[in-house]
């Protein structure tokens, strides 16, 4: 199974990217998606997740009101929505992606999930 991310680039702040990530290679069919972040110095972070059994999302502080996750079933793709963007915004940003869910937040732990994407660069700068 391959998760290809794509979406990133430069936008100055108060700007908008879509980033997606794609499951190809498999019939698995993921429940659990999320995207992470890491900015050069930094722990990565856990940005969004999306629970597909629940309908249920969350969010980091940081982004809560500014990005939002959403998923295509037909495509199996799943996408990040990034709206208001700010200099601290700056990372690389990688999804990932689990068959079976876990409880509540933990969703935006990095340590519950075995596949993940390749990441891609979003530069918030004027």
């Known amino acids: 199974v391959q998760l290809q991310a794509s979406g990133g680039g430069l936008v100055q702040p108060g700007g908008s990217l879509r980033l997606s990530c794609a499951a190809s290679?498999?019939?698995?069919?993921?429940?659990?998606w999320a995207w992470f972040r890491q900015a050069p110095g930094k722990q990565r972070e856990g940005v969004s997740c999306f629970s597909r059994g629940s309908g249920s999302e969350y969010y980091t502080d940081s982004v809560r009101g500014r990005f939002a996750i959403s998923r295509d079933n037909a495509k199996n793709t799943v996408y990040l929505q990034m709206n208001s963007l700010k200099p601290e915004d700056t990372a690389v940003y990688f999804c990932?992606?689990?068959?079976?869910?876990?409880?509540?937040?933990?969703?935006?732990?990095?340590?519950?999930?075995?596949?993940w994407g390749q990441g891609t660069l979003v530069t918030v700068s004027s």
């Open positions: 990932a992606a689990r068959p079976v869910r876990v409880p509540g937040s933990t969703c935006l732990n990095s340590i519950v999930y075995d596949d």
């Open positions: 290679g498999s019939s698995l069919d993921y429940s659990l």
